[in-house]
C-alpha cells in the first residue's frame, strides 16, 4: 500500500496560502500518512498534524503587526526578525496553546526540514514531540540575515529551505509514493541567483559547504520545481499553487493576508473532488 505525503514549501508569511488549502482539508477531514515541512512549511504543518484548524490563520493573520511576533525592532534586539521567544514559547504555551497530546498521538508523521551550517546538506528532523524538538522547528524557519543559528543537538542548523525547498525526491524515497504539495509561488516563478551573496559571504564566512549551497539555491530550487511539473503530470503529485500571490515574505498587512488566505481555501474547496480522487488511488 503507498502512503500519501504532504509536502510544504516555506515562504515566510506567504506561508498563508498554505494556512488556507490546509483548513480546507482540515474541514474535510482530508488527512496524510506523512507530512514535511521546510521553514514556514514546517510551522504551518505542525498544526495541521495537531489537529487546530484555524490556529495558522490567527497567528498570520492577527499578530501580523505584532512587534514582539515579527520586525525590525526583534532583529536589532535578539537578533531574530520572526522573534524566538515569543513564537516557540510565549505564543504556543501561553497565549495560544499548541495541542502538544494531539500532535503526539497523531498517526501521521512529521519531519522538519532544516540546513546544517557545517555540511551545506538538508537535515531530515523526525518530531513526534514538538515540545522535546522545539529547536529543529525554530532551524527550520531561521532565514539567513534575519536570524540567529540554532544548535540543537551539536549541529548548527539553519532555514531549511536553502538545502532542499520543495523535498519531492526526498519523501518519494521515505516511501510516500504519492503525495499533495502545498507550493507558496504562482506556476510560472522561477527563482533567480541572490543578490546578497556577496553579504552572505561575509556573515557566513566560517562555513564554506553553507555559501556553497546558498550560492547554488536557485539552481537546486528550479530543478525540483520541474521535478514536481513532471511528477504532476505522471499523476504522482496533486499540487496547489497560488494563481498570484502580492505579498512578500515579511509581510505585515492583515488586509493583504486576510485576501490570500481566502482565495486559498477557496480554490481547495474548488478542487475537492480532484484531490478526493486523488488521495484515494491506491488505496
Not at 522545539?134 to 542548523?157: H, N, Q, T
Request: some cysteine; hydrophobic content about 35%; glycine content about 8%.
Amino acid at each position: 500500500m503507498n502512503r500519501l505525503g504532504l509536502i510544504l514549501e516555506g515562504g515566510g508569511m506567504r506561508g498563508v496560502y498554505t494556512a488556507g488549502v490546509l483548513d480546507c482539508m482540515a474541514d474535510y477531514k482530508l488527512w496524510t500518512d506523512g507530512i514535511i515541512g521546510v521553514s514556514a512549511g514546517a510551522t504551518h504543518g505542525c498544526n495541521f498534524r495537531s489537529r487546530q484548524r484555524g490556529r495558522n490563520y490567527r497567528i498570520d493573520v492577527e499578530h501580523s503587526q505584532n512587534p514582539k511576533f515579527m520586525g525590525v525592532r526583534s532583529l536589532l534586539t535578539t537578533g531574530d526578525y520572526f522573534g524566538a521567544d515569543f513564537c516557540y514559547r510565549y505564543l504556543p504555551d501561553e497565549l495560544d496553546p499548541f495541542d502538544y497530546k494531539t500532535f503526539q498521538r497523531a498517526p501521521s508523521e512529521f519531519y522538519a526540514v532544516c540546513t546544517d551550517l557545517e555540511t551545506g546538506s538538508a537535515v531530515y528532523e523526525q518530531i513526534e514531540d514538538l515540545k522535546d524538538k522545539m529547536d529543529y522547528l525554530r532551524a527550520s524557519a531561521s532565514m539567513p540575515l534575519f536570524s540567529k543559528i540554532v544548535e540543537v543537538d551539536g549541529k548548527k542548523l539553519m532555514d531549511g529551505g536553502i538545502a532542499d525547498s520543495i523535498p519531492v525526491r526526498k519523501f518519494t524515497e521515505m516511501g510516500y509514493a504519492k503525495n499533495i504539495v502545498i507550493l507558496t509561488q504562482p506556476a510560472d516563478y522561477r527563482k533567480k541567483k541572490n543578490k546578497l551573496i556577496p553579504l552572505l559571504k561575509l556573515v557566513y564566512r566560517r562555513y564554506p559547504l553553507f555559501l556553497k549551497a546558498l550560492e547554488m539555491r536557485h539552481e537546486v530550487y528550479n530543478d525540483s520545481l520541474d521535478l514536481v511539473s513532471e511528477k504532476e503530470k505522471s499523476g504522482e503529485l496533486f499540487v496547489f499553487r497560488p494563481e498570484e500571490i502580492d505579498i512578500s515574505r515579511v509581510e505585515r498587512n492583515p488586509e493583504k493576508l486576510k485576501a490570500v488566505y481566502h482565495a486559498a481555501y477557496r480554490q481547495a474547496e474548488s478542487r475537492l473532488r480532484s484531490l478526493k480522487e486523488f488521495m484515494e488511488l491506491g488505496y
